[in-house]
């Protein structure tokens, strides 16, 4: 079973989009987390049972800084959390899913991550992720 663990929104200025979701969602930042290995700084937001993540690139070789440059800020993705995300990647190869990585990768929020390729998913960029 999948629950939607988290959006991924895609910011230029994260200080200033940090600002505006503090006020929109009435709640603090849970954290700011770099990924290094992906480029990225993200910041959590707890709406309900769901988070809000914030992305900001940290270079321009980052997945996050080419995506800006193509589209606007905005949702990048939607995360969905499973039990075991090595069971789920090969499950959803199997109903032909594009995995984008073959093996699951360190992301923040202490989570192992895979993403699954938009063009199998109605344009949507899919995230599956198990809390290590």
């Known amino acids: ?6 959006i ?5 200025d994260l200080d200033a989009s940090m600002s505006v979701y503090e006020k929109l969602l ?9 990924v ?4 990225v700084l993200t910041a959590f937001f707890q709406a309900g049972d769901t988070k809000i993540e914030l992305l900001a690139a940290t ?4 997945a996050i800084a080419k995506y800006l440059t ?4 905005g949702i990048h993705h939607i995360a969905f959390e499973v039990e075991d995300i090595y069971l789920e990647i090969n ?9 984008l990585s073959q ?5 923040a929020d202490n989570k192992l991550i895979c993403f699954f390729h938009p063009k199998d998913t109605n344009g949507v960029l899919m995230e599956i992720c198990q809390s290590v």
Not at 36 to 39: F, G, L, Q
Not at 91 to 99: N, Q, S
Not at 103 to 107: A, D, L, Q, V, Y
């Open 36 to 39: 290094a290995s992906e480029n």
């Open 103 to 107: 093996e699951p990768k360190k992301g």
């Open 1 to 6: 079973m999948m629950k939607v663990d988290h």
């Open 91 to 99: 499950r959803l190869k199997k109903e032909g899913f594009t995995p």
């Open 8 to 12: 991924g929104i895609a910011v230029k």
């Open 70 to 73: 193509k589209k606007p800020e």
């Open 59 to 62: 270079n321009e070789d980052s």
């Open 26 to 34: 009435n709640v603090s930042c849970d954290k700011v987390e770099e």
